[in-house]
């Protein structure tokens, strides 16, 4: 097998706990049972304190990507985000293997952390504003049996280190 066929491995939540580390970014991580939805995350409110966040994975018709991070009750209008986050035309979800490809995580663990692996900067980082005013957001690292905690401004700073100037904007 050729090296060409090989495909690089995303970087883990390993990964990104060094390279938080390496910002002076302080975190803290709990391990849980694995979940896959919002309910199934919010049985564990009591014990994680700050922003909860959903994750929406999407693109245009021009094939632009984005990655939407939200409050985990925000009700978003997928009709008319388009306006809002600057995409050409309506927006519908990407698709798993896009997700793999550029944020290196399978549905049901999209975090805005995934975007330590989109080294080509593919992806958009779309913050809301409603999310922004927690001092701490929780998100899953990488994988969705953990959910790792940093401050907000912290959160930003690890988006600018990968490249990824977020957009900050109302969007529920």
Known sequence: MSAETIAAQPKGAEDLYQSLDALGIAHTTKSHPAVFTVS???????????????????????DNFFLVTVEEDAEIDLKGIH????????????????????????????????????????????????LMKHDTINA?????????SIGRDDLICFLESTGHKPLI???S
Request: proline letters at 5%; glycine letters at 10%; aromatic letters at 4%.
């Open 169 to 171: 904007v109302a969007l």
């Open 140 to 148: 899953h690292p990488l994988r969705n049996d953990a959910t790792t």
């Open 83 to 130: 306006r809002l986050i600057g995409a050409r035309g309506r927006v519908s979800f990407g698709k798993p293997d896009r997700l793999m490809e550029f944020l290196g995580v399978i549905p049901g663990a999209v975090t805005a952390f995934g975007v330590i692996n989109d080294t080509q900067n593919r992806v958009q980082m779309v913050l809301d504003e409603a």
């Open 40 to 62: 199934q995350s919010q049985s564990l409110r009591d014990v994680i304190p700050g922003g909860h966040t959903k994750n929406l994975f999407l693109k245009d018709k021009k």
